[in-house]
């Protein structure tokens, strides 16, 4: 079973112009990062923290207690102008029930005016809803288009997104 918001995404002249944004603390992101970028070879931001988190367990801890504080956490990589981007792949961890935190300001203080937004999630669990508004929220002036949420529970298929994002950009009809 696919996961995922089926819409055209069209690009027309011969290339596509995309970026591949993300965050991953314990490799699930990471995963499917590594595959969009073998896939469509993105101009990859990883983004990583000054002060990095350790395990689940204590990421958890650490990041609610930041969330509760409105603790800025420090990331190493400055926002972008990803204006003259097509597509920009967004992928993010859900913590707390959405985006972290370090991701909506650097998002926010990003400009992706213009861009079509692709966002990969991962979760342990839920968040799928809220996170989906929280960027189509930070992001009114990008389209957000293919979705896709895996988690425990949802053990979507990646390869099947893929498969499905390249036909879009190639302007073939599924």
Do not use: C
Request: proline share 5%; aromatic share 12%.
């Amino acid at each position: 079973m696919t996961n995922f918001l089926p819409n055209k995404l069209i690009v027309k002249r011969d290339y596509m112009k995309s970026a591949l944004i993300y965050f991953s603390n314990t490799g699930n992101t990471k995963e499917i990062a590594d595959q969009i970028e073998k896939t469509f070879d993105p101009d990859v931001i990883e983004l990583t923290l000054e002060k990095p988190y350790g395990g689940f367990i204590s990421s958890v801890g650490r990041y609610i207690g930041e969330h509760i504080s409105k603790k800025k956490t420090q990331i190493k990589q400055n926002p972008q102008d990803f204006s003259d981007y097509d597509v920009v792949f967004l992928g993010s961890p859900v913590w707390a029930g959405t985006l972290p935190n370090f991701l909506q300001d650097y998002l926010k203080e990003s400009n992706l005016t213009g861009t079509t937004v692709v966002p990969f999630i991962t979760a342990s669990g839920t968040g799928k809803e809220a996170t989906l508004k929280t960027i189509e929220d930070i992001l009114p002036d990008s389209e957000i288009k293919n979705y896709f949420f895996k988690s425990m529970r949802e053990k979507n298929d990646v390869d099947a997104w893929l498969n499905y994002l390249k036909k879009d950009f190639n302007g073939i009809d599924s």
